[in-house]
C-alpha cells in the first residue's frame, strides 16, 4: 500500500502562500486519485482539492476555487497545492489522501493517509 508523507506547512500572513508537497512511496503512484483535505481545531475533516490519475481533471471546494491549485507529477511520485491569497480561516492541519477507486469529495473513499502538515495564517 502506498504511503504518503507532507510537507510544506508553516506560519504564514494572510494574502502570502504555501506550496505543499505529497510524496509517495510508490511507482505505482499514477494509479491512485490524490486528494487534498483539512481538518481545522474542533472541526470536521473537510475536502479541499482532488486530482485525477493523469492530472487532467481537478475539483476543488468553493471556499478555495480561484486561490488553491492541485497538481501531480507522476514521474516524482508528488502532489502538489498551491495555495495563494490564504486567509486566516485556511488554518488547519492538510492531509493528502489516496484511492485507486474513483475520484471523491468524501474523506471516507480513500483508505490512505499521510500524518498531515499544519499550515497557520495570521491576521
Known amino acids: 500500500q502506498v504511503q504518503l508523507v507532507e510537507s510544506g506547512g508553516g506560519l504564514v500572513q494572510a494574502g502570502g502562500s504555501l506550496r505543499l508537497s505529497c510524496a509517495a512511496s510508490?511507482?505505482?503512484?499514477?494509479?491512485?486519485?490524490l486528494g487534498w483535505f483539512r481538518q481545522a481545531p474542533g472541526k470536521e475533516r473537510e475536502f479541499v482539492a482532488v486530482v485525477s490519475k493523469s492530472g487532467g481533471t481537478t475539483y476543488y471546494a468553493d471556499s478555495v476555487k480561484g486561490r488553491f491549485t492541485i497538481s501531480r507529477d507522476n514521474a516524482k511520485s508528488t502532489a502538489y497545492l498551491q495555495m495563494n491569497t490564504l486567509k486566516p480561516e485556511d488554518t488547519a492541519v492538510y492531509y493528502c489522501?489516496?484511492?485507486?477507486?474513483?475520484?471523491?469529495?468524501?474523506?471516507?473513499?480513500?483508505?490512505?493517509w499521510g500524518r498531515g502538515t499544519q499550515v497557520t495564517v495570521s491576521s
Open positions: 510508490e511507482r505505482t503512484f499514477s494509479t491512485y486519485y
Open positions: 489522501a489516496a484511492n485507486r477507486i474513483l475520484i471523491a469529495t468524501d474523506p471516507r473513499r480513500y483508505d490512505t
